[in-house]
C-alpha cells in the first residue's frame, strides 16, 4: 500500500511540474529569425538575417555550442565572414557560450549574406534564371548542452519562412530566348510555306542571315526596353496583358518584341514635341 502511494505521489509531482513549466514556457531554448529589412526577399542578391537565442525555464541554464544557418540552394546565397560545412550550412556561433538566466536572451548581430559567385554555382544557374519564386524556408539548428548534465548535446531548430521572388536577370535572359525563337521562327516559317506549295525555294544564306541579326538585334532592345519599364512602372501599355515575374514572363515578351518594338517606337515618336513655327519677329529679322 505505501508503494502504491509513493509511485502515485510522484506521479502527482511530476504531473504538476509539467503543469508549472507550461505556464511559464518552454524548459528548451529558443532561436528566433527574422529579416530586419522591410524589403522583399529576392534570390541571388544580398539579404541581412537577424536571430535571437532565448533560453529556456531550465534552472541550470544551458551551454550553447552552435547554431548553423542551412538556406535553401534556390535562393543562391551564402556567407564570406562565417565558416561553411560541405553541405553548405553557415556556421554562426563558433565559439561556446553559456546562458545561465531562465528567459535571458541573446541578441546577435545580423548575418550578411551575400550572393553566390558564378564559379561556385556550377549547375545552379540554369535552375536560378529559371525560379519563379515561392516560399522558401530557413532553418536554424542549436545544439546546447544543460548545464546540470556536462557531455549532454541537444538540439533544437527553428524555421523561418520567407517569400522569395525570383531575380530579374532571369527575366533578361527569358526575353532574349523569346527574340532568338521568334527571329528563327520567321525565316523557317517562309521556307515552310514555300516548299508546301511546291514552289521553287529561294533561300539566300546571306541575305536571311542579315535579316535573322536584325530582327533578333530589334527585338532584343525593344524586349530589354520592355522589361525595365514594366519594372519600374505599370502605366506602359503592351499589345495583351501580361504579368512578366520570372523567366517564362520574359520569354512571352521576347516572342511579342516585333510588336512591342513598333508600340515602343510610336509612343516615343509620339512623346516627341512637334517643333513650333517661326515667329513673326524671326521672320522680319530673315528678311521675309
Known sequence: MARHVAVFLAFVLMAASALAQDATGSAEPDVVLSV???SKVVAWRALRLQYT?????????????SLTISLPSTVALTSSTLGRAQD???KVAGSPFQMRSPGQRRECAPIELRAKYLSEMRT???????????????????EYEPLDSPGTSLTKT???????TPNPIGIF????????????????????TQLSKGENI?????????RFLARFGRGTIA???????????????????????????????????????????????????????PSADADHAAGV
Open 173 to 192: 535572359f527569358g526575353a532574349l530566348l523569346g527574340a532568338l525563337l521568334i527571329a528563327l521562327l520567321i525565316p523557317m516559317s517562309n521556307l515552310a
Open 53 to 65: 537565442i532565448i533560453n529556456g525555464t531550465r534552472q541550470s541554464g544551458i551551454g550553447v555550442r
Open 158 to 164: 527553428a524555421k523561418l519562412e520567407l517569400n522569395v
Open 36 to 38: 530586419p529589412d522591410s
Open 124 to 142: 545552379q544557374l540554369f535552375s536560378l534564371l529559371t525560379y519563379r519564386g515561392q516560399k522558401e524556408t530557413i532553418v536554424a539548428t542549436l
Open 223 to 277: 524586349s530589354a526596353i520592355a522589361v525595365l519599364v514594366l519594372q519600374t512602372t505599370s502605366d506602359f501599355s503592351f499589345p495583351i496583358s501580361v504579368g512578366v515575374q520570372d523567366f517564362y514572363g520574359g520569354v512571352l515578351i521576347g516572342l511579342l518584341a516585333e510588336k512591342v518594338a513598333r508600340q515602343i517606337i510610336t509612343k516615343t515618336e509620339d512623346a516627341e514635341p512637334e517643333p513650333s513655327p
Open 202 to 210: 529561294e533561300f539566300h544564306r546571306k541575305v536571311e542571315f542579315e
Open 88 to 90: 553548405g550550412s553557415i
